[in-house]
C-alpha cells in the first residue's frame, strides 16, 4: 500500500494551509516522536517540491519551525513573540529549585531573565487536579525568582498586542516584578 512520508504530507499541505498553520504542523511532525522527522527533513523535502503550489509558504514556514512546540497553542504563542521582535524564547524548559530537584517544565522560557510563559488550554481550568498542581509550581517557581507569564486563547485572540508588552515589560526589567523585593538572591 502506498505511504507518505510526514515531511511530503507536510509538503502536499503548502497549497492549502498559511504560513502559520504550516508552523504549527510543521512544529509538531518535528516535535512528535513516533514522525522520526527533523527539520532537515522538511527541509530536504520543500527542495525537491521544485515549483509546486505553496513552495514559497513552505519556505517562510520552514524558517520558523521548532522543535519542543506541546502544542499548537505553544506555537502561536511563539510567533506572536518572534513578530513582536522579542527574542525566541526555549521550548520545554525544565526549572530546577536550589538542590537540583525537578520542580517543572514549562512551555517556554527565557533562563537568563527567569521568565517563564505557559500556555493554559482550558484544562487547566476545568480539571481540579491540573489547576492544583498548575498552582503549586508556580508558586515554587516564583520563589524561585522566576516571572510566570500565564497566556490563554483569549491573550493569543483579542488581548495580543497587551500580551506581549507585559512581557516586553518584564524581559526589559530582567525578569523581576514590580513591586517585589529583591533579596539579592536573584
Do not use: N
Request: charge should be negative; glycine fraction near 10%; aromatic fraction near 4%.
Amino acid at each position: 500500500m502506498p505511504t507518505s512520508t510526514p515531511a511530503a504530507l507536510w509538503v502536499d499541505c503548502g497549497a492549502m494551509l498559511s504560513v502559520d498553520q504550516l508552523v504549527v504542523l510543521g512544529d509538531a511532525i518535528v516535535t512528535e516522536r513516533r514522525c522520526g522527522t527533523t527539520i532537515d527533513d522538511l527541509a530536504a523535502a520543500v527542495a525537491l517540491a521544485g515549483a509546486r503550489s505553496g513552495v514559497r509558504k513552505l519556505r517562510v514556514a520552514l524558517e520558523l519551525v521548532r522543535v519542543g512546540a506541546g502544542s499548537p497553542q505553544e506555537t502561536r504563542a511563539r510567533l506572536a513573540i518572534v513578530r513582536a521582535g522579542l527574542p525566541e524564547p526555549e521550548l520545554q524548559f525544565d526549572v530546577l529549585d536550589e538542590a537540583g530537584r525537578f520542580v517543572g517544565r514549562v512551555d517556554m522560557a527565557y533562563p537568563e531573565q527567569r521568565i517563564v510563559i505557559e500556555y493554559e488550554g482550558d484544562h487547566h481550568r476545568t480539571d481540579a487536579d491540573q489547576w492544583g498542581r498548575d498552582l503549586r509550581r508556580y508558586r515554587e517557581m516564583e520563589r524561585l525568582g522566576w516571572a510566570v507569564v500565564r497566556w490563554t486563547k483569549s491573550d493569543l485572540t483579542l488581548h495580543r498586542s497587551a500580551a506581549v508588552a507585559h512581557l516586553k515589560t518584564l524581559l526589559a526589567r530582567g525578569g523581576r516584578v514590580e513591586g517585589a523585593e529583591d533579596d539579592g538572591s536573584l
